[in-house]
């Protein structure tokens, strides 16, 4: 059974431009959440997304966008790239809407040059 | 002041010793968690926590919930241990609040 999986890995944007990362969650898990860690700080929270709808929101500006298909996978969108979006995105599912014991994926790092 | 504060921020200590991180909430919370972090982001999850006590392998986690405080316990320290460890708590509106981590260093 794969666990959470992010791609890409690495990702490198100059400013200006728009990014998509993806996330297929853990099977049977429905819900998934987005974080941004940038270097030497705890992860920060973007949103979360359960049957296919934005469910909760973090501090983040609208550039941040994000969907959910069908089959519970995931993007994050991220439009008009700034140099302070460079980080390590997170994504992190949970089965049944509630945050009960999330899994990790791997990350993808993300550099705005 | 921070919703989830840990001590100590950074931890060095020799292979074999016991080790302790704290991690204290203002917020009220459903349940806890302790995440472990290495080098280049993985993040896995150790334990989530609503009450009591709760072991695996080498690691215990402790919560008191009138007290608002957590310990996770390392017992047997070995350098593959060496990681950030973080607590993080869930709040009402089902969003984790991180703590900054600790970061542990095991020397052999």
């Known amino acids: 059974d794969a666990g959470v999986t992010q791609s890409p890995t690495h990702l490198i944007k100059t400013r200006g431009q728009q990014v998509t990362l993806r996330c297929s969650p853990k099977?049977?898990?429905?819900?998934v959440s987005w974080y941004q860690q940038a270097l030497g700080q705890g992860p920060q929270f973007i949103f979360q997304?359960?049957?296919?709808?934005?469910?909760q929101r973090g501090n983040f500006p609208d550039r941040f966008s994000g969907h959910q298909f069908p089959n519970y996978s995931s993007e994050l969108n991220v439009n008009a790239l700034l140099l302070g979006d460079s980080a390590l995105y997170l994504c992190?599912?949970?089965?049944?809407?509630?945050?009960?014991?999330?899994?990790f994926g791997p990350g993808t790092r993300l550099t705005v040059l | 002041k921070n919703e989830v504060e840990q001590s100590p921020q950074n931890l060095t200590a020799q292979e074999g010793e016991f080790i302790t991180i704290n991690c204290s909430y203002s917020?009220?919370?459903?349940?806890l968690h302790w995440l472990q972090q290495h080098p280049g982001g993985g993040i896995v999850s150790l334990f989530m926590?609503?009450?009591?006590?709760k072991k695996h392998g080498r690691l215990i986690a402790t919560i008191n919930i009138q007290e608002k405080h957590s310990s996770l316990h390392i017992t047997a320290s070995h350098p593959r241990d060496s990681a950030v460890y973080i607590c993080?708590?869930?709040?009402?509106?089902?969003?984790?609040?991180w703590g900054a981590g600790t970061k542990l260093i095991i020397k052999p």
């Open positions: 926590l609503s009450s009591g006590k």
């Open positions: 997304y359960y049957e296919e709808e934005e469910r």
């Open positions: 992190a599912s949970l089965e049944g809407g509630y945050t009960d014991t999330q899994y």
């Open positions: 993080a708590v869930l709040d009402s509106n089902y969003q984790l609040i």
């Open positions: 099977s049977g898990h429905d819900t």
């Open positions: 917020v009220g919370i459903s349940a």
